[in-house]
Structure formats: structure tokens, C-alpha cells
């Protein structure tokens, strides 16, 4: 079993900053992907950035050149910096982390206000 617990979310105006944390514990040499996921009231869930263990990233489009994932592997964390933030962005933040099985955090609150 994997655990991943999130912090770091929180109320932020417009064009501000914040920085999403993810901890994992457990089986973790299972692991091969972990990212951020969001899910907005009345809308699919969708993801946001990945970092697979060899360091390779992906990002939504909507997020590009404004968030950044990167993974500590000796502390067995993920970061979201995420800049230049917009209502828009304003959803429940989920981590999660994927091999041969697949796991989810509890969610974090981001709310952007205009």
C-alpha cells in the first residue's frame, strides 16, 4: 500500500502564487509516475503535470510556461509550483502516483479569486 498525503493548498487572488506538496509513503519502489490531478465542481477530473522516476514531465497545455512539477526521490515528495494563478485554476488538487497499481491522495482546496 502507498499513502500520499497533500499540503499546500489554500486561497490565492489572482496572478499570485502557490506550491502543492505531495508525501509518500509505504511501497514505493512500485512506483513509476506520480502528478497532480484537478477536479472542478460538475467537471472531469483532469490532469495537471506528471514526472515519471527517470525526471520526464508532462503538462496540460492549460498550465504550461505557469506550473512546474518536480520530485525529490531521497524524501519521497512531489512539488507543484504553480505561478501566475487564475480563477480558472480554482478545483480540488489531487496526487497521485501509478505502477502496477494505483493510488490517490485525499485532495487539496485551491480557490483563485478574480
Known amino acids: 500500500q502507498v499513502q500520499l498525503v497533500e499540503s499546500g493548498g489554500g486561497l490565492v487572488q489572482a496572478g499570485g502564487s502557490l506550491r502543492l506538496s505531495c508525501a509518500a509513503s509505504?511501497?514505493?519502489?512500485?512506483?513509476?509516475?506520480m502528478g497532480w490531478y484537478r477536479q472542478a465542481p460538475g467537471k472531469q477530473r483532469e490532469l495537471v503535470a506528471t514526472i515519471r522516476s527517470g525526471g520526464s514531465t508532462n503538462y496540460a497545455d492549460s498550465v504550461k510556461g505557469r506550473f512546474t512539477i518536480s520530485s525529490d526521490n531521497a524524501k519521497n515528495t512531489i512539488d507543484l509550483q504553480m505561478n501566475s494563478l487564475k480563477p480558472e485554476d480554482t478545483a480540488v488538487y489531487y496526487c497521485?502516483?501509478?505502477?502496477?497499481?494505483?493510488?490517490w491522495g485525499q485532495g487539496t482546496q485551491v480557490t483563485v479569486s478574480s
Open positions: 509505504g511501497s514505493i519502489f512500485r512506483i513509476n509516475v
Open positions: 497521485y502516483a501509478g505502477g502496477q497499481l494505483y493510488y
